[in-house]
């Protein structure tokens, strides 16, 4: 039997290498690509500010937009300094431990839970026993928990990369430890921290399933936290599945999917730059 | 003055510890609630006929959840099929033929798809997928093959992102040590790079599972739900995660509770999955 030439081998393999890494790319901009121009159409000043009509059929998103914008930054309200203060516990004041090994396990498995089984406590927990209803409260507490992972780490990963020299500084100027973490470490970590947050948000933003039992599918905006509303991706899921409007179910998913790669793309800038100010 | 700023730090401290705290104590109540409901139906009803049992008819009595079960791993293992061959081909051209600039462009862009809801992926697929498996292949197009393909592009963020850094974290010297006996480049990837990484890589595709066994929305919408085995790849299937969705929102009484024992099975298997893939990223950090 001829043997075939490894050279040969090798220029095949790298071919199949490179066209799929380019098929997976255009995965990404085909999707991208299809919101963009079915949605394209249907976005327009009175989509985004009028509110919806016949069950969403007609009209506008507003409601939905308010009400996403409200989930996410409540959740970041509370789910940042839990989430930082976490991550300072876990890097400033503690030497590798049983006690850090069982915080850290405990992130690790919030991590790894499914959005569903968010959405079957927070509906358990926050709407039934501790009987908010379905309302924006018991969403953004469910969204807050679902979110603490991302935060921890992200803010774990900036803390850690704030140089030594920084602290011994600020410690050399007899500044205690709660003031050097303050002032110097907090600052220094702030982009990376930041990015967090804002992948957090994106994470908020696209939910569906954790959202859809806490805070219910109500059309109108909440005006107070005890007030059921829908976001955007809930919005669009209805509009979708019960076949309402697929005009509309575009023009939202379009108004859904840029929000959430704007978020994504300027955390991924702020990380980069952070990354390059120390190295 | 220093006494002041003494019980200050201390202060700090006990609340810092509070906030370090509440991440376990979350965990606790999602599993104490989750189980509180899920376990009495266990009891009432028995073990067997609710993981074993064929039918699900909640308000008749009959919980069993077999089906979805065993339609949750097929979605799994078929998403795996799809997701993993690519997510690691990606992977290794990422980490061993393109430049530095492709990249520093290409894994963020790859990651993006990860942002996407996925809510925005079944409606995509009900669209796209489903009518050409139904006018290619036959059946209905909601099916078993549908969901695998877009749960397969759901994961790919997962397993390229960690396939790669298991990759990139093989040390230099063992390229140059294959290059130097004469070994081709994709004689050094297959014989080299890929045994070095393989824990690493292996944790990606469990934790891509864990992604797809998870998933909720996008497989509601283009599973077709149907409460059976299915018996080939066109079939429709209802998965653990959506009997939950489809029917959370309408129950009561026993009903509800068999949601809550269909939640109890998904959390033991996400739970199994995550300890094997964590335990997976151990050795491989350990090595």
């Known amino acids: ?279 | 003055m220093i006494e002041k700023a003494l019980l200050k730090e201390r202060f700090v401290k006990w609340v810092l510890i509070a906030f370090a705290l509440s991440s376990l104590l979350f965990l606790f109540l999602i599993f104490i609630f989750i189980l509180a409901e899920g376990l009495p139906l266990f009891l009432k009803v028995g073990v067997g006929n609710i993981i074993g049992g064929f039918k699900w008819a909640p308000t008749r009595g009959s919980f069993g959840i077999f089906p979805m079960i065993v339609s949750s791993f097929l979605v799994t293992i078929g998403a795996l099929a799809i997701g993993a061959p690519m997510g690691l081909s990606c992977a290794i051209y990422l980490s061993e033929y393109s430049g530095k600039k492709t990249q520093m462009l290409l894994k963020p862009a790859l990651e993006l798809l990860a942002g996407i809801p996925s809510v925005v992926y079944g409606f995509l697929g009900v669209i796209y997928i489903v009518p050409l498996v139904r006018n290619y292949l036959g059946g209905s197009g909601f099916s078993l093959l549908s969901t695998s393909i877009i749960l397969g592009v759901m994961i790919l963020p997962t397993i390229i992102s960690i396939s790669f850094d298991a990759l990139i974290s093989v040390p230099k010297t063992y390229r140059e040590g294959s290059f130097a006996m004469g070994a081709t480049k994709w004689q050094t990837i297959y014989k080299v790079i890929l045994p070095s990484a393989k824990s690493g890589i292996l944790a990606s595709f469990i934790l891509g599972m864990g992604r797809a066994i998870g998933e909720t929305m996008a497989v509601i919408m283009i599973a077709g739900n149907a409460l059976k085995i299915p018996g080939s790849i066109l079939d429709p299937l209802r998965t653990l995660t959506g009997n939950i969705a489809l029917e959370l929102s309408y129950a009561s009484g026993d009903h509800r509770l068999g949601l809550f024992s269909t939640g109890v099975v998904l959390m033991v298997i996400i739970m199994i999955l995550n300890y094997i893939a964590n335990f997976g990223i151990k050795r491989k950090i350990a090595k």
Do not use: C
Request: proline share 4%; net charge positive; glycine share 8%.
């Open chain 1, 1 to 279: 039997m001829r043997r075939i030439n490894p050279r040969f081998i090798d220029k095949i393999v790298q071919i199949v290498f490179n066209m799929q890494a380019f098929f997976t790319v255009s995965i990404l901009i085909v999707i991208v690509a299809i919101i963009f121009i079915k949605g394209f159409p249907y976005v327009n000043p009175e989509f985004i500010f009028a509110s919806p009509e016949d069950m969403g059929r007609h009209g506008g998103i507003f409601p939905s937009i308010a009400g996403t914008i409200q989930l996410a930054l409540l959740s970041i309200l509370f789910a940042t300094p839990l989430g930082v203060g976490t991550a300072i516990f876990l890097t400033e004041y503690t030497r590798e431990s049983t006690f850090t090994k069982l915080i850290r396990f405990g992130v690790e498995s919030l991590a790894g839970i499914p959005s569903i089984l968010y959405g079957l406590f927070g509906f358990i927990f926050f709407v039934i026993k501790l009987k908010m209803g379905w309302s924006l409260l018991a969403g953004v507490l469910t969204i807050t928990i679902m979110i603490l992972p991302t935060i921890i780490r992200t803010s774990e990963e900036a803390i850690r990369s704030v140089p030594r020299q920084l602290r011994i500084v600020s410690y050399s100027l007899s500044a205690t430890k709660w003031e050097t973490i303050k002032k110097v470490v907090l600052p220094a970590a702030a982009p990376g921290i930041l990015t967090g947050i804002m992948l957090s948000i994106g994470r908020a933003v696209g939910e569906t399933a954790a959202v859809i039992f806490t805070m219910g599918s109500s059309l109108r905006l909440p005006l107070s936290i005890m007030d059921s509303g829908r976001t955007m991706a809930v919005h669009f899921y209805i509009l979708a599945r019960e076949g309402i409007s697929m005009e509309k179910a575009y023009g939202t998913a379009l108004v859904l999917v840029l929000s959430i790669l704007s978020i994504n793309v300027l955390a991924y800038y702020v990380m980069h730059r952070a990354i390059s100010k120390y190295s």
